[in-house]
């Protein structure tokens, strides 16, 4: 996917909540307009994520497979 | 903070299984931009206790040793057979790389949830503030509660 990034979390090998934990934490830290990209190989994610996303109002901008794990895209719009 | 941009989270129930229940939920709601608040009341506090013996009298004493307080020492609901189910939950938690409870109180304390007790649990069982931990931002009563669950999104009671 082509979006130029501003942060990576990675979060493979974590379960449920704790990727979604580290997305607020890191979100918060992060201005409008920023991308964040986060590595995640919980089955859990592919719903939480975007949910997450309709829920704070923040934008969904795809997911991505990778060696193993996915890449998740997600622009701070709020 | 707007209103109704809250959640509430009762938890009565101070079993392993459950309470991970609760710090995952209210994780996944200040994760959410809620303002959550967890109100433990009477099993539930154990999940909040610093874990040293707690009482007074005889029976408050008994309770203390015998529902002793404590994050890593609250044994699942099922399964417990006097402890060895508890560490076996947790063997299985940590080979499946599932944040431990305490790991779970971390990240929802850090993400800004609060933590409250029930003032009269607390007096029934003889605990006192002191046996909490330091994070613990108050001791409410049931109005209190009530208060916060009227302005909340989402209340959950477990």
């Excluded at chain 2, 309470?19 to 109100?39: K, N, Q, R, W």
């Excluded at chain 2, 009298?57 to 006097?82: D, K, Q, W």
Aim: charged content about 25%; glycine content about 10%.
């Amino acid at each position: 996917m082509d979006i130029k990034v501003d942060k990576v979390q990675d979060s493979i090998g974590q379960m449920c909540p704790m990727p979604i934990a580290f997305l607020a934490k890191n979100m918060r830290t992060m201005t409008a307009g920023q991308v964040l990209e986060i590595h995640a190989d919980d089955e859990g994610a592919h719903a939480d994520i975007p949910a997450w996303c309709k829920q704070t109002g923040n934008e969904f901008l795809g997911e991505e497979q990778a060696d193993g794990y996915f890449k998740y895209y997600v622009k701070k719009t709020i | 903070m707007e209103e109704n941009n809250k959640a509430t989270l009762m938890v009565m129930s101070g079993d392993m299984d459950k309470v991970f229940a609760a710090f995952t939920i209210a994780i996944a709601c200040a994760a959410a931009g809620l303002d959550t608040t967890m109100f433990f009341t009477f099993w539930g506090i154990k999940a909040i206790q610093k874990g040293n013996l707690t009482g007074k009298g005889l029976f408050g004493r008994m309770i203390g040793v015998m529902n002793r307080g404590g994050i890593n020492v609250i044994g699942p609901s099922r399964f417990n057979f006097l402890g060895v189910g508890r560490e076996l939950f947790k063997k299985m938690m940590s080979d499946k790389k599932v944040a431990p409870l305490e790991e779970l109180r971390k990240t929802a304390i850090d993400l800004g949830v609060h933590l409250t007790a029930c003032d009269t649990s607390m007096k029934v069982m003889e605990i006192r503030r002191e046996d909490l931990i330091d994070e613990v931002e108050g001791v409410l009563g049931a109005a209190a509660v009530v208060g916060n669950a009227a302005q909340s999104k989402v209340q959950f009671f477990i």
